[in-house]
């Protein structure tokens, strides 16, 4: 036996501890399954058939408003986006610091405010746009809310496409320029290609964050989905009338989610053994 055996005496193994269960957790697992179901049966015990025969066909009209302004806005802020993207990856500080104080402010002040701004505050300058003849487009609520959420989601899409374009490795420039390929094929055949593979999942999110905050644009008298429900609540006080636009809410953006894992599927199949 050595000194430090003889000065430091071995002491037994520790007890194995008791499994614990997880008690808590399964208790709050319990309590909102409860619930859910208590809710479910309270929905199926008032259900009122007669909503949809009298707001079925607003909740449709809103229902194509909502889809309407989130797909024209996310078109035209994917145009936008372009330049924007290729400003920030500029080495031109004029075009970086231009493109990041716009995509800065848009994504760091809260939308209800830009609407409002555009909404109210253009309203400041009529004679303005009076003058170069747009003042027919800012006048309507339906094109205030297009343009505002079409600047917003060109803030959001630009970082979405620098990023992807970015994630793309140098290598496959590299490999490329060997072949003798031009810039421009270069990144139409081979970057680009590779980057919205990359870009799919955010822009998809993207989309499901607009047709969530679209719900605001009902505050400027826009009768898209939630526009409807609100003018339904106020004639019955009834608050299926909510749970039902939620659940229209819910299918759109399931809808996008299936969509989105199929073509998810379809363009990485080359990718998978």
């Known amino acids: 036996m050595s000194v430090a055996e ?64 989130v797909v024209v806005s996310f078109v035209c802020g994917a145009i936008v986006s372009v330049p924007l993207a290729f400003g920030r990856m500029s080495k031109n500080l004029v075009a970086q610091w231009s493109a990041f104080a716009f995509v800065n402010f848009f994504r760091g002040t809260p939308l209800i405010a830009q609407i409002f701004l555009v909404y109210y505050g253009f309203g400041q300058f009529r ?23 079409a600047l917003n989601t060109a803030a959001y899409q630009a970082e979405i496409l620098r990023g992807a374009i970015e994630s793309v490795p140098r290598g496959q420039w590299e490999g490329a320029r060997s072949l003798g390929l031009s810039r421009r094929v270069i990144f139409w ?8 593979i990359v870009a799919l999942r955010p822009y998809a999110n993207e ?44 299918s759109i953006v399931e809808a996008l989610r299936h969509a989105t894992n199929f073509a998810e599927r379809r363009l990485t199949r080359h990718l998978k053994r």
């Open 127 to 149: 004679g303005f746009f009076e003058a170069i003849g747009l003042w027919g487009f800012f006048r309507e609520a339906w094109y205030c809310a297009l343009f505002s959420l």
């Open 207 to 250: 989309i499901i964050l607009m047709i969530k905050a679209s719900a605001i644009v009902a505050i400027i008298t826009v009768y898209d989905l939630f526009g409807e429900t609100r003018q339904a609540y106020s004639r019955t006080f009834d608050f299926q009338t909510y749970v039902w636009a939620a659940l229209l809410y819910l």
């Open 6 to 69: 003889r000065i430091i005496a071995a002491s037994p193994p520790p007890e194995a501890l008791a499994r614990r269960r997880p008690i808590a957790g399964i208790l709050a697992i319990a309590f909102w399954i409860v619930a859910a179901v208590g809710f479910v049966v309270y929905l199926a015990a008032v259900f009122d058939l007669t909503l949809f025969s009298r707001f079925g066909l607003s909740y449709l009209s809103g229902l194509w408003v909502t889809v309407s302004l």
């Open 189 to 196: 055949k081979v970057v680009l290609p590779q980057a919205m």
